[in-house]
C-alpha cells in the first residue's frame, strides 16, 4: 500500500522535472536564437555603415558599366536615398556569410547526419552560385543591355540619365541573375527528395528551352533581345548542369 502510494506521489514529481528540464532547454535554445539574431544584426547593421561611408567607391565601382554616361539628380535628395539603397544592399550582400553561418550553426545540431551532409553542400553551392550569378550580371549582362540603350539612339539623343533610376537597373539586373543562378540548387533538391530524377529533367529539355526564354525575359530588366537571349543561354546552361549533378548524385547512390 505504502509502495503504491509512493509511486503515485513520485511519477508526478519525475513528470514535473522532465518538463522543467524541458522548458529549460526550450529556454536555452531561445537564448541562443536570441545571442545569434543579436550578433547578425549587429554585423549587418555595421557592414551597412561602412557601406555608407564609403559609398562614393561603391557608386563609382557600379558606374563603371555605364561607359562615362553622365548622370543627373532631378529631385533633392535623389543622390542621398539612392546612396542609402545601395548601401543597404551592399550590406546585406557582404554580411550575408555570416548571417547564413549564423543560422547554419543554430540549425545543425538539432539535424541528423546525414541532414548535415546535405544541407551543408547544398547551403553552400546556393550561395557560391548566387555571387557567380552577380559577377555575371556585372560583368557580362548589365554592359551588354547598356551597350544595346547607348548604340540604339546614340544618333538622336543625348544620354543623361537619373542616377536613381540607373543604381535600380544595376540592383534588379544583379538580384536577377544571383536568383537565376539558384536554379541547380532547386534541380539537386528535387533529386534529393526524389520529386523528379535526373532522366525526367533531361526529357524535359524541349519545355525548359521554351521556359527559360520566357523566364529570361521576365528577369532581364531591359528589353534588348540580346540581353533577353544572353540570359535564356545562362538559364539553360545552368539546367543542364543541374541535370549533370543530378545524375551524377544519383550514380553515386547507387553505387555505395
Known amino acids: 500500500m505504502s509502495t503504491k502510494t509512493n509511486d503515485k506521489i513520485f511519477i508526478p514529481y519525475l513528470l514535473n522535472i522532465k518538463q522543467s528540464d524541458a522548458e529549460m532547454l526550450l529556454s536555452d535554445h531561445l537564448e541562443e536564437l536570441r545571442q545569434r539574431a543579436f550578433w547578425s544584426f549587429i ?17 563609382k565601382i557600379l558606374q563603371e558599366p555605364a561607359m562615362g554616361i553622365k548622370f543627373l539628380q532631378f529631385a533633392p535628395g535623389e543622390y ?3 546612396s542609402i539603397k545601395v548601401a543597404i544592399y551592399s550590406g546585406l550582400m557582404l554580411s550575408s556569410p555570416f548571417v547564413i553561418y549564423q543560422i547554419m550553426v543554430f540549425v545543425l545540431p538539432g539535424m541528423t547526419e546525414n541532414e548535415r551532409k546535405v544541407t551543408l553542400p547544398v547551403v553552400l553551392i546556393a550561395f557560391s552560385l548566387f555571387l557567380s550569378g552577380v559577377v555575371f550580371g556585372y560583368s557580362s549582362l548589365v554592359p551588354t543591355a547598356l551597350n544595346f540603350f547607348i548604340n540604339y539612339g546614340s544618333e538622336v539623343v543625348e544620354p543623361f540619365w537619373s542616377f536613381e533610376q540607373y543604381f535600380e537597373f544595376i540592383l534588379i539586373s544583379l538580384i536577377s ?14 533529386g534529393l527528395l526524389k520529386i523528379m530524377s535526373g532522366q525526367t529533367m533531361l526529357s524535359m529539355w524541349r519545355y ?3 521556359v527559360s526564354t520566357i523566364i529570361g ?3 532581364t530588366p531591359s528589353i534588348d533581345p540580346l540581353t533577353q537571349i544572353l540570359m535564356s543561354s545562362i538559364i539553360i546552361l545552368l539546367y543542364f548542369l543541374g541535370v549533370s549533378i543530378v545524375l551524377l548524385i544519383e550514380k553515386i547512390g547507387k553505387n555505395i
Open 43 to 59: 554585423i549587418l547593421a555595421s557592414t551597412v555603415l561602412m557601406c555608407v561611408v564609403s559609398i562614393k567607391k561603391i557608386v
Open 80 to 82: 542621398f536615398f539612392a
Open 177 to 190: 541573375t544571383g536568383l537565376a543562378f539558384q536554379l541547380p540548387v532547386i534541380q539537386i533538391m528535387l
Open 208 to 210: 525548359v528551352i521554351v
Open 217 to 219: 525575359a521576365i528577369l
